[in-house]
Every structure is written in structure tokens, then in C-alpha cells.
DNA sequence: CTGAATTTTCAGTAATTTGTGAAAATTGTA
DNA sequence: TACAATTTTCACAAATTACTGAAAATTCAG
């Protein structure tokens, strides 16, 4: 599959990108040429695409599996498979917070937890234990959100993200409001 | 410096973790130890307690500065220098998500800009550009939120997410609210 | 200003991560 | 079931990233 110079520099970008977003290189540009192409693609074309080997995109379709990002087609009377991008925007975002999550927070908590069960034994591991438990309470708090962000829909994700500055207004009269 | 075994487990799993927070194992190891020590800490100190060069310190120091995470100390008499981190939880918090932006939105979103820009050279650049619009509209939602959190106080971020479930109902009443 | 203490830099090496081709496994159709 | 198409796995190679010790630079007390 040839690729418009556009798409070939945002794909370079997101290759650029992909490290710095606990994927790596050649997820991000897979993921960019999926994400930009309208029609769903299969194995080949990605390794044509971005010229690496057809083991590498197996790899990493494996990888964004993982992820849940992508969505399997098939073609009738075609044997291969076919991967696209969910279509709405929103729905890619809600993914990538959730696994990120998953990822980055809860082996943290977990561990955050287990060291709160120890006895302390001094006073510098109950300076530790202090630490690790505002660690803990603000993870929790950040995982209650990322729950809360997967049932939303993205009508109301998008809504809540746009409320911008409001949030601290609306913050300001919360119990008035709740209230009534 | 010796460090206590509930210590040393937390290490490690900062260490861990460190590559999956876009820093490494050294660097989260690093930061784990001053999180947890109350003491502010020397450069020596911290190359005694993980074990490794004296010299790796010194960048490992030099990344943590550049993301704003510790507090440098002067101990009269003593021309050793001495690193804490903050002890508000939240203001940690609140440091990383504005370093993160830094680091994995904004050139994202000067590149899409730029993309936007380009005039679209057939049918495929349309529906590229049109999904780039996407992203980049929502990268901006989630720079405004950013910008915000880094002006709002402890108290106030942490009541934020206190709300956790109760996001979706204020959502629902906002508009009679704000109308008053 | 001198020089000892301290920190930083940097070139080379070590460790880790990523990418490849070949072979194995799987899939689906005839 | 047989077999060709397709995908996956895996051992090795290539590339990248992290770590070290030695040397250079900086800092500051006297």
C-alpha cells in the first residue's frame, strides 16, 4: 500500500511519539496508519506501508490487540485479516486511559496496599508507610474516574471534557446544587 | 545510607514501574527513595541506598529537575547538596500530569496543527485530515483540563476527584445550575 | 586566588529492547 | 482429509538506551 506524503509525516510522528507513550516506535506508526486509513487493512499492507517485515506487524497487531484497539473484518472470499480503528474518536481515548490504567496504576496500588498491611518497624518506615498511603488514597480516587470514564458515552465524556474552565465554578457550587 | 526492607520492596517496584511511566528503572527507583525518605537526601546517600555509580546519580538528578519533582537543600556547614520531594501528595501529582502534557501532548499537537494546515491532496488525505481534526480537537480538551489542575490548590483538586461517581449527576443538573 | 570538595560530562561498555527471516502452527477450502 | 494460504513464534541480529569510571568543570572556604 503507497501512503500520501501527509500521512507518511503524521505516521512518522506517532512513530516519534509511541515510545514516549508506553507503546514504542513501530506501534505508533501501525496504529497511525490504521487510525488514517478509512478503509480496514490487512498484514501486508501495514508492512508495505511502513516498510518492516511481516513478522514485526504481526507482532504488533498482537500488542494493540492487547490494548483493545483495534477491530478484526473479514472480506468475503478474501482469507486474510482486516483491522481497523474504532470510528469514534472518543471511544479510542476511553481504551487508552483504561489500559493505561490497568498498566500503569493498579500493579502500583496492589503493592501500595500490601505495604500498608506491614507493621512498620521504625519510625522512618512509618514516615514510608505515611507516604505510601496519600499514594494510595489518590490512586484509588484516579482509578474511581477511569471507571467512571469507561460506562460514560462519549457524548457525555466529550461534554465533560469541554466544561474546561468551568470545572472549578461548578466545583464552587456542587452542594448547593445536590442540595435541592 | 541503609534502607529498611518495606523500603527496599517499594524500590523495586518503582523501578519496575519506572519504565512504564515514560521514565526508566533508575529514575523511579531514584524518585521512590526520596518520596519516601523524610530526610532530604544527598546525591551520595542515594548512589549508597540502589547501588549504582555515583555518576548515574547525577543524571538520574538532572531528569528529575527537568520534570520539576524535587526540592533542593543547602545544610550549613555541609556543601553536599540535599534533595526532597514535595510533601504535598498533590502537588506531585499535579506536577506530573503538567510534565506529561509537556512531553507526550503538545508536540502531538503542533504536528496535527501543522497537518490541518496542509491542503488535502486527494480522497484518503480528506478522511486522514477529517480523524486528525478529531484528535486534535480532544488533545486541546485534555491541554485546557491540564492547564487548569495546575492552578487549582490541593483542597481543591482533591475534592475534584472525591466526586468520582458523582461527576455523572453534577453533569446531568450543570446547566440549571448555572443558569441561576 | 588556591585548592580541596563536589558535581557534571562523556566516551566506551553493558544491558535491554526491537526487528528479522525461517520455520512452525493455524486456518479454511476444495 | 489434504494442502495452500496465512499467521504466529522464536532464535538470532541490529539498534537503542542505560550505566560506569575517569576526567573535566564548578563551587566555595580560607
Redesign the interface.
Known amino acids: 500500500m503507497k501512503i500520501?506524503?501527509?500521512?507518511q509525516?503524521?505516521v512518522l510522528?506517532?512513530g516519534?511519539?509511541g515510545s514516549?507513550?508506553?507503546l514504542n516506535r513501530t506501534l505508533g506508526q501501525m496504529y497511525a496508519v490504521i487510525?488514517?486509513?478509512?478503509a480496514p487493512l490487512n498484514a501486508d499492507q501495514i508492512s508495505e506501508a511502513l516498510q518492516i517485515s511481516r513478522s514485526n506487524v504481526s507482532m504488533g497487531l498482537k500488542e494493540l490487540k492487547s490494548w483493545n484497539l483495534i477491530k478484526l473484518h473479514h472480506i468475503p472470499g478474501d482469507r486474510k485479516e482486516y483491522f481497523s480503528a474504532p470510528s469514534d474518536?472518543?471511544e479510542i481515548?476511553r481504551t487508552l486511559v483504561v489500559e493505561r490504567r490497568k498498566?500503569?496504576l493498579d500493579?502500583?496500588l496492589s503493592?501500595?496496599r500490601d505495604?500498608l498491611m506491614?507493621q512498620?518497624?521504625?519510625e522512618?518506615?512509618e514516615?514510608?508507610?505515611m507516604?505510601?498511603k496519600?499514594?494510595h488514597d489518590?490512586m484509588e480516587?484516579?482509578t474511581?474516574?477511569s471507571n467512571?470514564m469507561q460506562g460514560?458515552s462519549s457524548e457525555?465524556l466529550s461534554?465533560?471534557?469541554?466544561?474546561?474552565?468551568?470545572?472549578?465554578?461548578?466545583?464552587d457550587?456542587?452542594d448547593?446544587?445536590?442540595l435541592r
Open positions: 500520501t506524503p501527509m500521512t509525516s503524521l510522528h506517532f516519534e511519539m514516549r507513550w508506553g487510525v488514517l486509513t478509512e474518536i472518543w481515548a498498566r500503569e500493579p502500583t503493592t501500595l505495604a506491614e512498620p518497624s521504625n522512618s518506615d514516615y514510608a508507610q507516604r505510601v496519600q499514594m489518590l480516587m484516579v474511581l474516574w467512571e460514560m457525555k461534554a465533560l471534557l469541554k466544561l474546561g474552565e468551568g470545572i472549578s465554578k461548578i466545583l457550587v456542587k448547593k446544587l445536590l
